[in-house]
């Protein structure tokens, strides 16, 4: 199931907030094993999600007019480190990116300090990889490095976990991989079929960085008044989880930066689900009980699951796929698919985070 592995940066290269070498070595030692599968089972799988994420990318592209002229390619069918190590040259690529566009460059404190910072950070990073790991189905990564010409970025398809997944929803193999090459894909075609959306979306990182520049005071100052506000909604039973606090302890400016990143990942999440479920019933026929098991297993888990997924933001990831979803049902449903495509067009036409919530706020101001 492996794939070529990714290059990391040098641990030569400078300044760096986080040793992504540190990360991967941290999650590959402690990244639980994959499922043990039938070595027959496992190659007829690696060659289905092969075959199908062509076949999924052609119903995408028929379904949304995106990148009809684009060259098309297989997947990367990788395991579970691979996926650690493509996750992290990714990651080092995005956060290069934003830093470059902020014309940033994150603080060392002095050669030592900052190795040790850099290595700490690294080993936190790690952790929070070899959780995800065990998790992620798939992923493309607008950043990693393509094997096609006309191609930008790697489409990766965690064998061991679509698998165990697929056996513990008790759905058909063939029809689960499909549907999960089919939200993969979506993001492939985004990010190829619209040109600028790759800088774009380095550019409001970049934006959201260089405003948490030198906040660490003004952030403690505005602590006292965060306990208060996150026990009155403790009591109230309606905790706001991670992402909640962390949007109180913002400035205006900061919290203006992060709704542009939760405003274009929410529709970007939410379209792929869109399209998935939309070609699903042509060529997944077991898509509805698909859909209903698997959205019963994001929101479910033990507890310990449910602690990590807040803790590390992926409830509010399963939340955006949610909204970002019921945005483009309605707006796909009102005007069409082709009027829909103007969010497309230029930056300026993306939802904002409000809008995601009253998408005719968006038809409105789009299409008058």
């Keep these: 199931m492996n794939a070529r592995p990714a290059t990391l940066p040098s641990s030569a290269e400078a300044p760096r907030a986080l040793d992504w070498n540190v990360a991967v070595g941290t999650a590959v030692r402690l990244m639980k094993p994959g499922p043990e599968v039938p070595r027959a089972e496992a190659g007829r799988a690696v060659r289905s999600l092969r075959r199908f994420s062509v076949d999924a990318e052609t119903h995408v592209r028929e379904t949304t007019g995106l990148g009809l002229d684009l060259p098309i390619a297989e997947g990367d069918v990788v395991d579970r480190p691979d996926w650690v190590r493509g996750a992290a040259f990714g990651l080092a690529e995005l956060t290069g990116a934003a830093l470059s566009a902020a014309d940033s460059v994150p603080p060392r404190g002095g050669e030592l300090l900052g190795e040790i910072s850099a290595r700490s950070a690294g080993v936190q990073a790690g952790v929070v990889l070899a959780y995800l790991g065990g998790k992620v189905l798939g992923q493309f990564d607008p950043y990693g490095e393509s094997r096609v ?67 660490s005071a003004e952030l403690l100052t505005r602590l006292p008044n965060v306990v208060r506000e996150a026990r009155t909604a403790r009591r109230a039973e309606s905790s706001p989880g991670m992402l909640g606090v962390l949007e109180l302890l913002q400035s205006p400016e900061q919290r203006a930066a992060l709704d542009r990143i939760i405003a274009i990942s929410t529709l970007l999440e939410g379209h792929a689900d869109h399209v998935m479920d939309a070609v699903g019933p042509q060529v ?45 049902d309605h707006v796909v449903g009102r005007i069409g698919m082709a009027d829909f495509n103007a969010v497309w067009a230029h930056p300026d036409n993306l939802p904002t985070r409000a809008e995601i919530t009253a998408p005719d706020t968006w038809i409105r101001r789009v299409h008058g």
């Design 149 to 215: 010409e006309g191609q930008r970025g790697r489409l990766l398809l965690v064998a061991p976990n679509i698998v165990a997944a697929q056996q513990s929803l008790g759905v058909p193999a063939d029809d689960f991989l499909m549907w999960v090459c089919l939200h993969e894909s979506t993001h492939r075609v985004q990010f190829n079929a619209v040109p600028w959306l790759r800088e774009h979306f380095a550019a409001s990182l970049g934006q959201l960085l260089s405003q948490m520049e030198g906040g």
């Design 284 to 328: 997944v026929p077991s898509v509805g009980t698909i859909r209903q098991r698997f959205t019963d297993r994001r929101n479910g888990g033990g507890l310990l699951d449910r602690i990590l997924r807040s803790l590390l933001g992926v409830d509010a990831k399963i939340r955006q796929y949610a909204q970002g979803a019921a945005f483009t």
